[in-house]
């Protein structure tokens, strides 16, 4: 079974840009969670989404958004990009929701100049 | 709201050196999972306790899960090279729709 794909790996970016990941999850997961992962904040939970709808959401602000499409395929955008938003992002998929074991990707590693 | 606290935030071993790293939480949790990220690499699923007072093995890795469900442990019995990376505990708190809270991890580096 092919693991959770993550693209792009790596991504440079400008303030006040916006961009978009993409996660493809394991075939038969439903559940899809985004993290930033920062070396002082951690593993930070950003949002899930199960079945195309959000079903929990971090504590980020509204320049976060993601959305989920019907092959469980993931988006997250980010816009008017900001020096801190330099993180390393990870999605990770589950069979039922974020709760059970969850499958990371290899992240997307963003950084903002 | 929801926290997960983990310790230590690093450990340095020699080899041969047991390890162990705590979590704890201020609610009741219904499961905590534990997860392994080597340097450079992404978070990989070790384990997932769901019952009080729970203790699972795998191979040299020892997980315990309290009697309250508010706090749990990995102990790693001998370390070796192998071993070294952050191990992250991660604590669903139940309801509908579960998310997890990640604690902070323990980095572990092991001297040969």
């Known amino acids: 079974k092919a693991g959770v794909t993550q693209t792009p790996r790596y991504l440079i970016k400008t303030r006040g840009q916006q961009v978009t990941l993409s996660c493809s999850p394991i075939?038969?997961?439903?559940?899809v969670s985004w993290y930033q992962q920062t070396p002082g904040q951690g593993l930070q939970f950003l949002f899930e989404y199960f079945s195309e709808t959000q079903r929990n959401k971090g504590n980020f602000p509204g320049r976060f958004s993601g959305r989920q499409f019907s092959n469980s395929r993931s988006e997250m955008n980010v816009s008017t990009l900001e020096l801190g938003d330099s993180a390393l992002y990870l999605c990770?998929?589950?069979?039922?929701?974020?709760?059970?074991?969850?499958?990371f990707g290899p992240g997307t590693r963003l950084t903002v100049t | 709201g929801q926290q997960v606290m983990q310790i230590p935030q690093y450990q340095h071993v020699q080899e041969g050196e047991d390890f162990t790293t705590y979590c704890n939480s201020s609610?009741?949790?219904?499961?905590i999972q534990w997860y392994k990220q080597r340097p450079g690499g992404h978070p990989v699923f070790l384990i997932q306790?769901?019952?009080?007072?729970e203790v699972k093995k795998q191979k040299r890795l020892t997980f315990q899960f309290g009697e309250a469900k508010k706090n749990s442990s990995l102990h790693i019995t001998a370390t070796q090279t192998t071993d070294v990376g952050t191990y992250f505990c991660?604590?669903?708190?139940?309801?509908?729709?579960?998310?997890?809270?990640f604690g902070k991890g323990t980095k572990l580096s092991v001297k040969p």
């Open positions: 609610t009741t949790l219904s499961n």
């Open positions: 991660a604590g669903a708190f139940g309801g509908s729709q579960g998310n997890l809270i």
């Open positions: 990770a998929s589950s069979r039922l929701d974020s709760s059970y074991e969850q499958y």
């Open positions: 306790l769901v019952k009080s007072g």
């Open positions: 075939s038969g997961h439903r559940s």
